[in-house]
């Protein structure tokens, strides 16, 4: 199996960041300069099918946790603190239901352990559209985009995918196909006997709708230990939204 790229900062207490669908490690490059800065050494990783990971037509949350023990085994760490956020999240709950002893504490951010019906679509729509007279640069990409895409936040954060795969033409780094076919996946829920015993943290942005109080129950079925804290003045992206609160509320556990 291939391994997963990384970019390592810093020095201290391992902690894995694992970012969300069609994002990549560098979504995460500002916070985890923080977290380094604060005595973790911290891995920001590009899942399979995304950044600078290797592509796969396998693509659950079994391989994706598969794929983080792997990594872990790889590096000589035998247990890291586990930050994910939405379809990392997932990831992240799922290694640590599978390896709690690899698990030293998870942070789940703005997802939790129950099915979400597909909702990418829109978002694959556009993507899929596109040609490649479209990606002669990143504002033809752009312009192209909002003509399905209207949120211009989404769009932004899509196109930092965007690299040279040739002198005048840009490319994705996700593995649009095998995302776009695999879709249902995102949206599973984490196996009703899983449970990671160990610290847990939940951590939900004011805006979003991704967690409810109603959700309480099933997070404390799976993660008996768990919080739920809220980033005030935020959406389903909390960590930018509200970095600042994020980093008060994450350091608060981690140190805890």
Avoid at 88 to 110: E, H, R, W, Y
Avoid at 217 to 237: C, M, Q, S, Y
Wanted: aromatic residues 10%; contains cysteine.
């Amino acid at each position: 199996m291939s391994s997963l790229y990384s970019n390592v900062l810093g020095s201290g207490s391992p902690l894995l960041i694992l970012h969300g669908f069609l994002g990549m490690s560098d979504n995460w490059k500002t916070l985890g300069t923080r977290y380094a800065e604060e005595g973790f050494e911290v891995h920001l990783i590009d899942q399979r099918n995304h950044g600078r990971s290797f592509w796969s037509e396998e693509f659950n949350y079994t391989v994706l946790a598969q794929d983080i023990k792997a990594y872990l085994v790889e590096r000589g760490i035998s247990s890291a603190h586990i930050l994910g956020h939405s379809m990392g999240g997932k990831t992240a709950m799922q290694f640590a239901c599978t390896n709690p002893g690899k698990v030293s504490s998870l942070i789940v951010a703005d997802i939790a352990p129950k099915y979400y019906p597909p909702h990418h679509d829109y978002i694959l729509q556009g993507l899929k559209a596109l040609k490649p007279a479209d990606l002669g640069s990143r504002t033809d990409a752009d312009k192209a985009l909002s003509a399905y895409i209207r949120d211009w936040g989404i769009r932004q954060f899509l196109l930092k995918n965007l690299y040279w795969k040739e002198k005048d033409q840009l490319a994705f780094r996700f593995n649009l196909e095998v995302l776009a076919e695999r879709m249902n996946e995102i949206g599973e829920s984490i196996g009703s006997t899983e449970r990671y015993e160990g610290p847990s943290l939940f951590i939900r942005g004011s805006r979003s709708e991704y967690v409810q109080e109603g959700d309480l129950p099933e997070i404390k079925n799976h993660f008996p230990r768990a919080l739920l804290k809220t980033v005030e003045d935020a959406g389903h992206w909390l960590h930018a939204e509200n970095p600042d609160q994020f980093m008060e509320i994450t350091l608060a556990f981690l140190n805890s």
